[in-house]
Each structure stands twice: as structure tokens, then as C-alpha cells.
């Protein structure tokens, strides 16, 4: 019995994408339901480096046999999936789930900055866009699509951002290293200072406007001794003259 066709039954009766532990451990738990059967025994420990080069195996198969499904991995999770050119008797059969609104253009532009550079902080992410994220930032982790994986090691300890396993469902990739090149977006440099000043931790970085001392010294800098102008010297008083420019009085 074949390991690819093994998982094609699995597969196929599942009720939700499996991922290769969900499917180690059906292997797992199978000779209980099998005593005597040395193929469901000997597969009890099965790796999963063969569970990956089987599954890809089957997905070959399906492909090349032109069926109106397919086996694909989403989010590192395997399942067959129909063939988008079927969807209209699809959606008459089983209805038709509405879907989330499109996402705007400011908000797939700092998603892809996410997920290229992640983990990456707020303010690296307005470096790289020219403009403040708070909204954009606010809609997508409502959506799912990014969380807090942790804090930046600098002064403030910003919040740092990643994709979740949403995103690769919503954009249908396998994994992270499924996405399209962008060494463009990789090259933009980003500058992460030893001390990324903040209003808040993990709020966005102050403007440097707000930030500098306007024509002054910074602290604690030496200010360089400036020339005394000397004084205007003294002018001696007419004879006769009195205070105020007055008339002198008589001796």
C-alpha cells in the first residue's frame, strides 16, 4: 500500500487542513484500530520528511491528471481544494461566504513592508512609507493579518510586528518563503538607532522636529567661550559743565 495513496484517503475524509503533526499523529494512533496489520504498524513512526515528499508526489499527480480539484498546502496545513473555474456551481450549491472587504492600497503597502522585513517595529515601518501607519496598522491586526511577535532590543523596547498564519490563508501561500521577490523593498535601508526615541513603547517614532533643540547645543555640551567687547572709555566733563548738559554754576 502506498504512503500517497494512504494520505489521499486521509485527505480526502478530513473534515479541515491537516498539518504534517495532525497527520503524524493519525499514523500514530492507527494500529490500535488495526492489530495484526504490520504496514499500519511499520508506518506508526513515520517522518516527516517522507509525509512531505508523498504529499508533494500526490500533489504532482492530481495536477498533471487535470482533475477539477487539486491537493494544496496552505499555511504549512495540506487539504484538496476545487479549481477556481468551478466556483459558480459551487457557490449555487453550497451558497456563496461573503468575504472580508478588499484591503486598501496604504494597507497592502504596509503589509508587504511586514511581512519582508519582519519583525519590524512601527516607526521602521513609517521610515520606509514616508507616513504615519496608525490606522492602517489598527485595521490589520483587527483583521488578523499581523500581531505583536515582540520588542525591538533598543532604548524603549518598541513593539515589533510579523504575519500570522491568516495571511498566508488569505493570500493562499504555503509558507513565508512562497512570497514573490522584492529585493526593491529589501533594500530600502531602515535605520534602527542605538536610541529610537518614542513617545510611547511601541507607538511610532517622535518626528525628529519635535525632537531637536532649536539652534542650542545638545546637553551637556561644552559652550566655547565668547569675547568680552571691552567698555566704551571714560569721558572726561567739559569745565563748567554741569549734569545733564545744564549750566555750570558759578564757584
Known amino acids: 500500500?502506498?504512503?500517497?495513496?494512504?494520505?489521499?484517503?486521509?485527505?480526502?475524509?478530513?473534515?479541515?487542513?491537516?498539518?504534517l503533526k495532525e497527520i503524524r499523529?493519525?499514523?500514530?494512533?492507527?494500529?490500535?484500530?488495526?492489530?495484526?496489520n504490520e504496514t499500519v504498524r511499520s508506518l506508526k513512526r513515520v517522518k516527516e520528511e517522507q509525509l512531505t515528499a508523498a504529499?508533494?508526489?500526490?500533489?504532482r499527480d492530481h495536477e498533471t491528471a487535470g482533475r477539477s480539484f487539486r491537493l494544496a498546502c496552505v499555511a504549512g496545513a495540506w487539504q484538496f481544494v476545487t479549481q477556481p473555474d468551478y466556483s459558480p456551481w459551487l457557490k449555487a450549491l453550497v451558497g456563496?461566504?461573503?468575504?472580508?472587504?478588499?484591503?486598501?492600497q496604504p494597507a497592502l503597502e504596509t503589509l508587504a513592508i511586514i511581512a519582508y522585513r519582519q519583525p519590524v517595529?512601527?516607526?521602521?515601518?513609517?521610515?520606509?512609507?514616508?507616513?504615519?501607519?496608525?490606522g492602517v496598522m489598527?485595521?490589520?491586526?483587527?483583521?488578523?493579518?499581523?500581531?505583536?511577535?515582540?520588542?525591538?532590543?533598543?532604548?524603549?523596547?518598541?513593539?515589533?510586528?510579523?504575519?500570522?498564519?491568516?495571511f498566508l490563508e488569505y493570500f493562499g501561500l504555503r509558507s513565508l518563503e512562497d512570497l514573490p521577490a522584492a529585493d526593491e523593498l529589501r533594500r530600502i535601508p531602515v535605520a534602527r538607532p542605538e536610541t529610537l526615541a518614542t513617545a510611547e513603547p511601541g507607538l511610532a517614532t517622535v518626528p525628529p522636529e519635535?525632537?531637536?533643540?532649536?539652534?542650542?547645543?545638545?546637553p551637556d555640551t561644552p559652550v566655547p567661550a565668547q569675547p568680552v567687547a571691552a567698555p566704551p572709555p571714560a569721558v572726561e566733563p567739559e569745565a563748567g559743565a554741569g549734569p545733564a548738559g545744564g549750566e555750570g554754576r558759578a564757584a
Open 1 to 19: 500500500m502506498e504512503l500517497k495513496l494512504i494520505l489521499e484517503a486521509i485527505l480526502f475524509s478530513a473534515q479541515k487542513p491537516l498539518s
Open 138 to 166: 489598527q485595521t490589520l491586526l483587527e483583521r488578523g493579518l499581523i500581531e505583536q511577535v515582540g520588542r525591538a532590543e533598543v532604548v524603549g523596547r518598541p513593539m515589533t510586528y510579523g504575519t500570522t498564519a491568516v
Open 121 to 134: 517595529t512601527r516607526g521602521e515601518i513609517e521610515q520606509v512609507r514616508g507616513v504615519a501607519v496608525d
Open 25 to 36: 499523529d493519525v499514523f500514530a494512533a492507527a494500529p490500535e484500530h488495526a492489530e495484526g
Open 210 to 218: 519635535q525632537l531637536s533643540l532649536p539652534e542650542a547645543q545638545a
Open 55 to 59: 504529499l508533494e508526489e500526490l500533489a
Open 96 to 104: 456563496h461566504k461573503a468575504r472580508p472587504p478588499r484591503l486598501s
